[in-house]
């Protein structure tokens, strides 16, 4: 697929090699390479080549997976880290309630930058150990987040986030703002981090902030990623406090545009369909979080028709319990074919695709994220297919989607280093950060007597 590079000596040589059964680039799409090497050199792909030819190559770490599969390390394209403090506190109820009267009480009471790092240290090191390289958060304190996500060594694209109501983090929306320029100003040269604008929602946010909101982005050349059309009331609420839906008002203020991800985008016309796709927007699909809270199913196989980019993500472990990639693309090709009426709609490699390149391609991180290519950063996961759950294997594409699951991710790289080793996360202390976890379920809910 490339030149192999050399060095000084005219000799072949490299970081790391990984001798996988499969290798799935993901780009060509639907490409499998069996016995190929991949080679990583300086946290970079360096080189897919045919095992043989990989022979010539001096690896400094030469990694042997036989009846694994290597793939690009998944991105998590909308999640709420730190919420995994709140995992199963207000199960069962539909989205404004579950909201008003049962988490925001909450953050306002618990939410610190202690809480948000604490439960962003549980979030990664789930997310790691279920093969995700890189998520795309929107949470109060990201400066929290971001510390947590440079110790245990995962990507994060941190929101910036913007809302009209006071917290414990910023008075009023210039705060929000001023506050997140900041810290993008400050951890800029981190190579793990990357930043969205994020405010929360059409029903949270007021014209003024969001026109503010649509000059940072053009001025610093960021992402915007909100909540959409998530469910009928949003919708309700937009038509009765500004007689618009809420894309349209979004499409007036200016916000919508090849640098928008709409994050759940489950009620929408035809018509919404097609703005999304005239602006180039993409989407950030949320399978598990709207099945839970009753929000309705996403038209998929309409979007990806009309060639609007979809990333997978799992929302908050206080919508969904699970951030696990491997369930929501799983969620993503059945639902697809069941709303769509077609079991043709998403196949297995599109659905692998939207978990890769998708979310890096709305993060506008695709030149390096989201597929094995030479050039790319060596963000890697090896997925056991040998055993039982996944034999025989005619496909290893489709058992990737249909069959596989997060425990079967043995090994993660992210940027050619080690994450997680035979299952286990290396770069946190499971135990100490679990007692934090237990410690906080404590002090939010104290066990009765």
């Not at 360096?46 to 095992?51: F, K, V, Y």
């Not at 093969?131 to 109060?140: A, K, L, Q, R």
Request: aromatic share 6%.
């Amino acid at each position: 697929m490339a030149e192999p590079a050399r060095d000084n000596d005219n000799v072949n040589v490299c970081d790391l090699r990984l001798d996988p059964e499969w290798i799935i680039p993901v780009e060509p799409a639907g490409t499998v390479l069996r016995r190929h090497s991949l080679l990583v050199r300086g946290g970079r792909i360096t080189a897919l080549l045919p095992r043989d030819e990989a022979d010539a190559w001096t690896a400094g770490e030469h990694v042997g997976l036989p009846g694994h599969a290597l793939i690009p390390g998944l991105v998590n394209l909308h999640t709420h880290a730190a919420m995994s403090l709140l995992r199963g506190y207000a199960d069962d109820l539909p989205l404004m309630e579950w909201l008003q009267k049962h988490i925001w009480p909450a953050e306002g009471r618990w939410m610190s930058p202690e809480f948000v790092r604490d439960g962003s240290r549980l979030a990664c090191l789930e997310m790691l150990r279920g093969g995700v390289t890189c998520f795309n958060d929107m949470y109060f304190f990201p400066e929290a987040t971001l510390e947590a996500a440079v110790e245990a060594r995962i990507r994060v694209a941190a929101g910036l986030i913007v809302i009209d109501f006071p917290t414990a983090y910023a008075a009023d929306p210039d705060g929000y703002l001023q506050k997140g320029i900041q810290l993008r100003d400050a951890w800029k040269q981190e190579p793990l981090a990357s930043f969205c604008l994020a405010p929360h929602a059409p029903y949270s946010t007021g014209d003024r902030t969001l026109e503010k909101v649509v000059t940072y982005a053009a001025q610093l050349d960021l992402p915007i990623h909100m909540h959409v059309h998530e469910t009928r009331d949003e919708i309700a609420q937009g038509m009765a406090s500004h007689q618009l839906r809420p894309l349209a008002r979004l499409r007036n203020l200016g916000l919508l545009g090849p640098n928008f991800i709409a994050v759940h985008a489950v009620h929408l016309s035809a018509g919404e369909t097609d703005l999304l796709a005239e602006h180039g927007c993409h989407v950030a699909h949320c399978p598990s979080s709207n099945l839970k809270l009753a929000s309705g199913l996403a038209p998929v196989a309409d979007l990806l028709g009309k060639g609007i980019n979809v990333g997978i993500g799992t929302d908050s472990a206080a919508s969904n319990n699970r951030l696990d990639l491997w369930e929501e693309m799983r969620l993503t090709a059945l639902l697809a074919k069941g709303v769509a009426d077609d079991p043709a709609a998403v196949p297995a490699h599109a659905a692998l695709e939207m978990a890769t390149l998708g979310g890096a391609r709305a993060l506008g991180l695709d030149g390096e994220l989201g597929s094995l290519v030479p050039g790319k950063q060596a963000d890697l996961v090896a997925v056991d297919l040998s055993g039982p759950e996944t034999q025989p294997c005619y496909d290893p594409i489709s058992q990737l989607v249909y069959s596989a699951d997060r425990r079967t991710v043995r090994h993660v790289w992210v940027a050619g280093e080690a994450v997680v080793a035979d299952g286990v996360c290396v770069t946190l202390e499971s135990a100490e950060v679990l007692h934090r976890a237990r410690a906080w379920r404590d002090r939010i809910s104290p066990p009765h007597p």
